[in-house]
């Protein structure tokens, strides 16, 4: 089988022979006389795409070549091959940055790669040593995209054994049993690495990296990051978030942060306010609603007052009742006087907003306020005796 894909990493369709199939575990195959599909290894997943229509799922390495597996099984014969264009150079663009990545973190802070995953939306590069500080990696974050912004060429070739040897190369531990040529990859000025992977013409083409946070491991830290379409992605994706925050929060960007610590501390607040409000209602399950002018619902909000207010005047119209409630930070209360009351709830609402200092309104048989500070209601409290009168 001839490996077009080394040829032309960039070559996205082909005209070529199936010349095997079958099936087995992971579904039909076919086998191609030259290709343009690499195979899944070295972390690098394998290409997607069709053969003559039918969609190709996933491509692994064979002895004689490499095996497509397909939705579908397909004859003997001519077909059209075509890539996942979009998708592969995705992984071209993450791989390459990880050859850049992995040098400067060895030449830079000793970093050594011990593994690098790449998946289809993620890409993470594990490194062993100690020292990851924030600024460091930002240092590497810069140090990478000053050489991407230079555009240094990106080469690949293959080497004998004997040249292999008297070159230097960093490279990863080579099988015993090795056969054949050795394949390089060079990024001119910074790295040469053995590595059968796909990879871009030049550091221009990764546009981009960015480091997101480290994940602790074992031996050191797990390095996630973004390279080339991955950063446009998630910045397309950022954006989306931005305009939908927009509308639920009501600001713009630069609001986001206050607007939801404000929300925080409103929902701690309406967190105790309902544990308040609770046992305010167990206290009345267990004891009762006494036949008082005063009462105290801790927690509740003036809603509750006004609806609490309509059903205790109904259960003592002979009384006029003033119903209270806090949140922690400020007091509401509620004055409703009863159809036998003789106590004009005006009159009851003025001694109210006397004794808390607060603000409201009403007429007739209603009326309603608040106030603002614990001291308001310490104050109502103190003095509901008064209110019974």
């Excluded at 590497?140 to 008297?166: C, G, H, K, S, Y």
């Excluded at 480091?211 to 910045?235: F, N, Q």
């Excluded at 206050?258 to 206290?283: C, G, M, V």
Aim: net charge negative; hydrophobic share 35%; with cysteine.
């Amino acid at each position: 089988m001839i490996k077009r894909y080394y040829e032309d990493m960039t070559l996205r369709e082909l005209d070529a022979e199936v010349v095997g199939t079958g099936a087995d575990e992971r579904g039909p195959w076919a086998e191609l006389n030259e290709t343009i599909f690499f195979p899944e290894g070295g972390g690098e997943p394998g290409d997607t795409g069709t053969l003559g229509g039918v969609r190709v799922v996933g491509t692994i390495k064979v002895a004689d070549g490499v095996r497509h597996y397909l939705e579908r099984s397909l004859p003997l014969g001519p077909c059209r091959a075509v890539l996942d264009w979009s998708r592969r150079w995705r992984f071209m663009q993450h791989h390459t940055a990880q050859h850049l990545l992995t040098a400067l973190a060895q030449q830079e802070y000793g970093w050594k790669t011990i593994s690098f995953h790449l998946g289809e939306d993620y890409a993470t590069i594990d490194l062993e040593g100690t020292g990851f500080l924030p600024e460091r990696l930002r240092a590497l974050e810069d140090a990478a995209n000053a050489l991407i912004r230079e555009a240094r060429p990106v080469t690949t070739m293959f080497m004998t054994q004997e040249a292999f040897e008297r070159a230097a190369v960093r490279s990863r531990l080579l099988p015993e049993d090795l056969e054949g040529d050795i394949r390089v990859v060079t990024i001119e000025g910074v790295d040469r690495n053995t590595c059968g992977g796909m990879h871009v013409a030049g550091l221009g083409q990764i546009q981009l990296i960015r480091l997101d946070p480290t994940e602790k491991i074992k031996e050191g830290v797990r390095l996630p990051y973004l390279a080339g379409s991955g950063v446009t992605e998630r910045l397309r994706g950022v954006e989306a978030l931005h305009e939908g925050m927009k509308k639920v929060l009501g600001c713009g960007e630069g609001d986001f942060l206050p607007t939801l610590q404000a929300w925080d501390r409103d929902r701690q607040s309406l967190k105790k306010s309902l544990r308040r409000a609770q046992d305010s209602i167990l206290e009345l399950m267990e004891k009762g609603v006494p036949d008082r002018n005063f009462h105290h619902f801790p927690g509740a909000d003036a809603a509750f007052l006004t609806k609490a207010a309509h059903a205790l005047s109904a259960r003592f119209p002979q009384r006029t009742l003033v119903l209270a409630s806090d949140d922690g930070e400020k007091l509401a209360f509620v004055i409703r006087q009863g159809e036998r009351s003789n106590q004009p709830a005006e009159e009851v609402f003025k001694k109210v907003l006397k004794l808390t200092g607060g603000k409201g309104g009403g007429k007739g048989t209603q009326f309603q306020g608040k106030a603002e500070g614990t001291a308001a209601l310490d104050r109502l409290l103190g003095r509901a005796g008064e209110l019974e009168s």
